[in-house]
């Protein structure tokens, strides 16, 4: 991660670590209902706390440690997580168990204080929620399962017609 543009900010396991503790407990960042969340002078002041923790407690490896370079590991380590979490989604539509897929990302536990972030909103229809609507909806639906019950009943009786001329003509 660049400090500027002839030095580069190595980020060590360790100091990943505590970053990532410190993100945890800055929800600013990441809670996007939170209405601190759109206040840019919010998560400035949270940014910065993150730098100043980390060169306090890493005064030597940190020292060239910019704001910059705090908001672009935030900004990996996000990316890095929803793509995993991603794969995940899509091998469990494949019918896959949860335990088929091992995230690679070794911090992937740690950084799952980001789902909270983004809730899945409930969706909200745009037709016009009536008595007759949800009335003619039930009625349509109960006679689907008529009519899937009685294709059932129909197969089931070729079916065993079928065996029984079967059974007749050997």
């Keep these: 991660m660049a400090t500027s543009k002839n030095t580069v900010f190595t980020w060590s396991r360790d100091i990943t670590t505590d970053l990532i503790t410190l993100y945890e407990g800055q929800p600013v960042l990441y809670v996007t209902r939170l209405k601190e969340y759109k206040n840019k002078n919010k998560r400035a002041e949270a940014v910065s706390y ?10 030597m490896m940190c020292a060239t440690l910019s704001n910059g370079d705090v908001l672009k590991k935030i900004h990996t380590l996000r ?11 899509k091998f469990l539509v494949s019918g896959a168990s949860a335990e088929a897929y091992k995230p690679k990302l070794w911090c992937f536990d740690m950084l799952n204080f980001l789902s909270e972030g983004d809730p899945v909103r409930d969706s ?10 949800v ?13 899937d019950r009685k294709t059932v009943q129909q197969l089931k009786r070729k079916f065993f017609n079928a065996i029984m001329d079967a059974q007749l003509h050997e």
């Design 79 to 89: 990316t890095q997580y929803l793509k995993e979490v991603g794969v995940c989604k």
């Design 135 to 147: 009335t003619n909806l039930m009625i349509a639906t109960e006679l689907k399962k008529i009519e």
């Design 50 to 59: 993150m730098q100043e923790q980390l060169q306090e407690k890493y005064p």
């Design 124 to 133: 909200q229809s745009n037709l016009e929620l009536t008595v007759s609507n």
